[in-house]
């Protein structure tokens, strides 16, 4: 099947790129996170242990940005500044949210990237941004579990995916304070601080 070929094939590059042995798993579903079934060496790691590293390398690559980049230009006062609209205004960059949006986009029109991600909101300033089907369970979850991830297996236009949600959580002032004084902030929406769930990064993986 597509994904198990993927999977052997990625296995070996994902150890070596993350410098971790990915071990195999049967996969978790039903909400919340469930500890990976042995299964056997041949058949390369599982849809769940692949979605846990390609998102810790997501977050990780997203908090550096954040907190590294933007944050430090905003306490700097230096001439160039993070804006929603950076396409449109000289000396700006794009927002931490808008250069992950720009990731995946690259991701999901790569027929060889063997899956796609997306960051998803109950509470979205953009409405690409919205969350739908699964993806409303996913963020309920992880917004009462924030420690946990969510996993689960969906069908969406007669293929079946591996969906995995984990918590976006607020890591650096640039975002909770643009989400918090932002025009399309509706009255409904939380005030977020340090540490808070924003939303939530939903990666699929296609098991067809």
Known sequence: MYATNLFRRLGGVMAFGLGATLTISAIGCGGATTPPVGASPAAGISPQKFSDAVHAVMMAD???????????????????KPSEYWQDEDHTIPLPAQMFRMGAELVNDNPEAGFSYALKSQWPLNPQNQAEGTEIEGLKFITENPTENFYKEEEIGGSKFFTAIYAD?????????CHNEHANKRADYPVF??????????VRIPLD
């Open 169 to 177: 959580k607020a890591v650096a002032a640039a975002c909770w304070e």
């Open 62 to 80: 997203r908090t550096v940005y954040a907190k590294q980049v933007v944050t430090r230009l905003k306490k700097q006062g230096a001439p160039v």
């Open 193 to 202: 601080k340090e540490g808070d769930v924003m939303g939530g990064v939903v």
